[in-house]
């Protein structure tokens, strides 16, 4: 029995030509590289000298426009007071890592200077960092035997053989992680930091925050014990070898932590001396000097820095080969490029926000990849943005990247000039500059903010945080990645579904479990799927279909229906289908034909429905039961079924128009159509209420 389908006609032209998989994906592949041919050959037409210039060194925009009476001044600052702090910051984040302090002041000089000429953000501080110090020293401490013994890696003594190829392979890591980075960008796979969530991310650095902050302890106290991974590991043997107290080394680095805190607090609570914590490290190293000098405390106990080279770094290229030991070495390069490269964007990114102008996440991370090569090329390990240094730079006013550049200056001076000052820099002032800076990172009002507004991240960010504290850096990243990965799983595998309820005598539907008043049809069930339908969810997908039509079956049989008629799905929210999905829609459309249920599909992608039509699927359900809207679906259910009420059979519709409001769902105001039977089989919309709709709502 055919009837007329009202409704929007479907728009099937868009859909039209089953052509096989294989020639549409080919098609696309070709549309791609003409389109990316064309847009190269406008672009080869259209640049100018300038342009081709900028490519290649991008600073060139920024210095073409720079306005020197309103920048000069800003940058000049940012960049000397960034340099003051870098200093002290390098050099302890360098011991860190366990090479010498002058590594660190590398990392601070020709990546910085290299990174102001082709990075895109304005305002971020590149340089040594702790968790990536951290990282590598727990790293390449593992491939290198004998290097667990070395206490001061600027005088390692009997152990300087072994120290010379822990800083071959450091130098190796940066080259590696410089290699990645640089693909990374050329390859525009910077989307992989996305699987990285902030609660995984922020848990893992305050975990790791503790580790660096317990590593440190031991240059207060003033002995010398093992390095260790995990916390626990840690307080052991600081317990064990309590023996070796040095109350000088406490007093002084106690105090150079009281100092710098201090300067903190005074820093938050009076806008006008914001610069102090900024200029804290180097303060407090001054101090700490002047004092070494004047009481002659190297000679007294208080152990100190000793030697640094003088002088520019000399090259290292021939270090990058030949590489013992790849395997370890490209994973732990992987890692390392990885939480650099999501720490370095994350700032990056909201340092543009913040000042208003467009970040090129390419360029951005390419200028990191060239930065790192010509860290490795002269003696430097892996660098990347500092959260520290970057707000500093930030709140000091820097304007453009040369704030960066007279930065990397400042270093190239110390080192030229000021390294025998700092060969006086005492282990505990540079392990307070470290426990203070990493206090910041320690981000436990996240955690609170988490557990009040998302339990799931909330219990996200304590795994990340427990692993790292007690299972160590390079197991905590893992879980922490792990978890990550497993979320993505999670929700991708157990997707969102809703049963949809008329919203007001409206043609709008929507889950009844928001809408507790949503009107109902007995007898017709409309369910959203509100994921990709594909291998990983099709099986959560059916079972939440087999509840949906329990509970509606229990729904109608309570309004006088005694089957289900009809399921509708919504596929809005499906952008697009496997093989598997289409199998899926298959073999439900058999099973409900099986039982006398009608599918019903609205508003499919056009990228769907030609995957349907190729696979067979839409001439199995018949192109009159897919719909534009579902009100349109539920009219003509309600239409069939008052035709098999009054002894008709199940209808097939064929086309109506038809206006915004169906005759059959007519106002309050209004009479309906076959208003005796609106209250049974094939009567109006009933409102499920709120049993019926948390039954229904899931």
Same mark, same amino acid.
């Given at each position: 029995?055919?009837?007329?389908?009202?409704?929007?006609?479907?728009?099937?032209?868009?859909?039209?030509?089953?052509?096989?998989?294989?020639?549409?994906?080919?098609?696309?592949?070709?549309?791609?590289?003409?389109?990316?041919?064309?847009?190269?050959?406008?672009?080869?037409?259209?640049?100018?000298?300038?342009?081709?210039?900028?490519?290649?060194?991008?600073?060139?925009?920024?210095?073409?426009?720079?306005?020197?009476?309103?920048?000069?001044?800003?940058?000049?600052?940012?960049?000397?007071?960034?340099?003051?702090?870098?200093?002290? /910051?390098?050099?302890?984040?360098?011991?860190?890592?366990?090479?010498?302090?002058?590594?660190?002041?590398?990392?601070?000089?020709?990546?910085?200077?290299?990174?102001?000429?082709?990075?895109?953000?304005?305002?971020?501080?590149?340089?040594?960092?702790?968790?990536?110090?951290?990282?590598?020293?727990?790293?390449?401490?593992?491939?290198?035997?004998?290097?667990?013994?070395?206490?001061?890696?600027?005088?390692?003594?009997?152990?300087?053989?072994?120290?010379?190829?822990?800083?071959?392979?450091?130098?190796?890591?940066?080259?590696?992680?410089?290699?990645?980075?640089?693909?990374?960008?050329?390859?525009?796979?910077?989307?992989?930091?996305?699987?990285?969530?902030?609660?995984?991310?922020?848990?893992?650095?305050?975990?790791?925050?503790?580790?660096?902050?317990?590593?440190?302890?031991?240059?207060?106290?003033?002995?010398?014990?093992?390095?260790?991974?995990?916390?626990?590991?840690?307080?052991?043997?600081?317990?064990?070898?309590?023996?070796?107290?040095?109350?000088?080394?406490?007093?002084?680095?106690?105090?150079?932590?009281?100092?710098?805190?201090?300067?903190?607090?005074?820093?938050?609570?009076?806008?006008?001396?914001?610069?102090?914590?900024?200029?804290?490290?180097?303060?407090?190293?001054?101090?700490?000097?002047?004092?070494?000098?004047?009481?002659?405390?190297?000679?007294?106990?208080?152990?100190?820095?000793?030697?640094?080279?003088?002088?520019?770094?000399?090259?290292?290229?021939?270090?990058?080969?030949?590489?013992?030991?790849?395997?370890?070495?490209?994973?732990?390069?992987?890692?390392?490029?990885?939480?650099?490269?999501?720490?370095?964007?994350?700032?990056?990114?909201?340092?543009?926000?913040?000042?208003?102008?467009?970040?090129?996440?390419?360029?951005?991370?390419?200028?990191?990849?060239?930065?790192?090569?010509?860290?490795?090329?002269?003696?430097?390990?892996?660098?990347?943005?500092?959260?520290?240094?970057?707000?500093?730079? !930030?709140?000091?006013?820097?304007?453009? /990247?040369?704030?960066?550049?007279?930065?990397?200056?400042?270093v190239m001076f110390v080192l030229l000039f000021l390294t025998k000052v700092?060969?006086?820099?005492?282990?505990?002032?540079?392990?307070?500059?470290?426990?203070?800076?990493?206090?910041?990172?320690?981000?436990?009002?996240?955690?609170?903010?988490?557990m009040k507004t998302h339990l799931r991240d909330f219990a996200v960010w304590?795994?990340?945080?427990?692993?790292?504290?007690?299972?160590?850096?390079?197991?905590?990243?893992?879980?922490?990645?792990?978890?990550?990965?497993?979320?993505?799983?999670?929700?991708?595998?157990?997707?969102?579904?809703?049963?949809?309820?008329?919203?007001?005598?409206?043609?709008?539907?929507?889950?009844?479990?928001?809408?507790?008043?949503?009107?109902?049809?007995?007898?017709?069930?409309?369910?959203?799927?509100?994921?990709?339908?594909?291998?990983?969810?099709?099986?959560?997908?059916?079972?939440?279909?087999?509840?949906?039509?329990?509970?509606?079956?229990?729904?109608?049989?309570?309004?006088?229906?005694?089957?289900?008629?009809?399921?509708?799905?919504?596929?809005?929210?499906?952008?697009?289908?496997?093989?598997?999905?289409?199998?899926?829609?298959?073999?439900?459309?058999?099973?409900?034909?099986?039982? *006398?249920? /009608?599918?019903?599909?609205? !508003?499919?992608?056009?990228?769907?429905?030609?995957?349907?039509?190729?696979?067979?699927?839409?001439?199995?359900?018949?192109?009159?039961?897919?719909?534009?809207?579902?009100?349109?679906?539920?009219?003509?259910?309600?239409?069939?079924?008052? /035709?098999?009420?009054?002894?008709?059979?199940?209808?097939?519709?064929?086309?109506?128009?038809? *206006?915004?409001?169906?005759?059959?769902?007519?106002?309050?105001?209004?009479?309906?159509?076959?208003?005796?039977?609106?209250?049974?089989?094939?009567?109006?919309?009933?409102?499920?209420?709120?049993?019926?709709?948390?039954?229904?709502?899931?």
């Open positions: 029995m055919a009837t007329k389908k009202e409704g929007i006609l479907f728009p099937w032209h868009h859909g039209t030509g089953a052509q096989p998989s294989y020639v549409e994906e080919l098609d696309g592949l070709k549309n791609w590289v003409e389109k990316t041919r064309d847009s190269g050959s406008k672009a080869f037409r259209e640049f100018t000298p300038f342009d081709w210039a900028a490519l290649f060194l991008p600073c060139l925009r920024w210095l073409r426009t720079y306005r020197v009476k309103e920048w000069l001044l800003w940058d000049l600052l940012a960049g000397v007071s960034v340099g003051f702090m870098i200093i002290p /910051q390098s050099m302890s984040y360098a011991n860190i890592a366990g090479v010498p302090s002058v590594y660190g002041l590398y990392g601070a000089f020709l990546p910085l200077a290299v990174y102001a000429l082709l990075g895109s953000s304005k305002q971020l501080g590149v340089g040594p960092v702790a968790v990536t110090s951290l990282l590598i020293g727990n790293g390449i401490r593992a491939m290198v035997p004998g290097s667990e013994n070395i206490d001061n890696p600027n005088n390692p003594g009997e152990f300087a053989g072994v120290q010379d190829i822990y800083n071959h392979k450091v130098i190796q890591v940066a080259f590696l992680v410089a290699c990645m980075y640089t693909g990374v960008g050329a390859l525009r796979l910077g989307f992989i930091v996305r699987f990285l969530s902030h609660s995984v991310i922020t848990g893992f650095t305050s975990g790791a925050a503790v580790i660096i902050g317990m590593s440190q302890v031991r240059y207060i106290l003033g002995y010398k014990v093992p390095r260790m991974d995990s916390l626990h590991e840690i307080i052991e043997v600081l317990v064990a070898g309590r023996a070796g107290f040095k109350w000088k080394e406490c007093v002084m680095g106690l105090a150079m932590l009281g100092f710098l805190i201090g300067l903190k607090v005074i820093s938050k609570r009076v806008k006008k001396l914001h610069w102090l914590a900024a200029l804290g490290p180097i303060m407090a190293c001054a101090i700490s000097i002047i004092a070494v000098v004047a009481g002659k405390l190297d000679r007294r106990g208080i152990k100190v820095v000793e030697k640094i080279p003088q002088g520019l770094p000399s090259p290292t290229i021939g270090w990058w080969a030949p590489v013992n030991n790849l395997g370890p070495m490209l994973g732990l390069s992987a890692v390392v490029m990885l939480v650099d490269l999501l720490e370095s964007t994350s700032i990056a990114r909201a340092l543009a926000r913040k000042n208003g102008y467009e970040l090129s996440y390419n360029q951005e991370i390419v200028g990191l990849g060239i930065a790192n090569f010509a860290g490795a090329m002269f003696n430097s390990y892996t660098t990347t943005g500092s959260f520290s240094r970057s707000a500093v730079n !930030n709140s000091s006013g820097a304007k453009t /990247q040369l704030a960066g550049f007279i930065t990397s200056m400042v700092f060969e006086l820099l005492p282990y505990n002032t540079m392990a307070a500059i470290i426990i203070a800076g990493v206090m910041g990172l320690v981000e436990f009002d996240t955690a609170i903010y988490l304590l795994v990340a945080f427990l692993a790292t504290l007690f299972l160590g850096i390079e197991l905590g990243l893992a879980a922490a990645i792990g978890l990550a990965l497993l979320i993505v799983i999670f929700e991708s595998a157990f997707p969102h579904t809703a049963v949809l309820g008329r919203v007001d005598r409206t043609t709008v539907y929507r889950n009844v479990e928001q809408y507790p008043g949503a009107e109902m049809v007995p007898g017709v069930l409309v369910v959203r799927l509100d994921a990709p339908v594909y291998f990983a969810n099709v099986q959560w997908m059916e079972d939440k279909l087999v509840a949906y039509e329990a509970e509606a079956l229990r729904f109608a049989r309570a309004n006088g229906i005694d089957r289900v008629e009809y399921i509708i799905l919504d596929l809005t929210p499906v952008p697009h289908m496997d093989s598997m999905g289409a199998h899926f829609l298959e073999e439900l459309h058999q099973s409900y034909k099986a039982r *006398g249920i /009608q599918l019903i599909l609205t !508003n499919p992608s056009p990228r769907v429905v030609r995957l349907m039509e190729r696979s067979g699927l839409i001439a199995k359900i018949g192109r009159d039961w897919i719909f534009v809207r579902v009100h349109d679906a539920v009219v003509n259910c309600q239409r069939s079924l008052m /035709q098999m009420e009054a002894g008709g059979s199940l209808a097939t519709p064929t086309w109506q128009p038809m *206006g915004m409001v169906s005759p059959v769902f007519q106002s309050e105001g209004g009479a309906e159509p076959n208003g005796a039977a609106a209250g049974s089989r094939g009567g109006g919309p009933v409102a499920p209420g709120a049993a019926a709709g948390a039954s229904l709502g899931l």
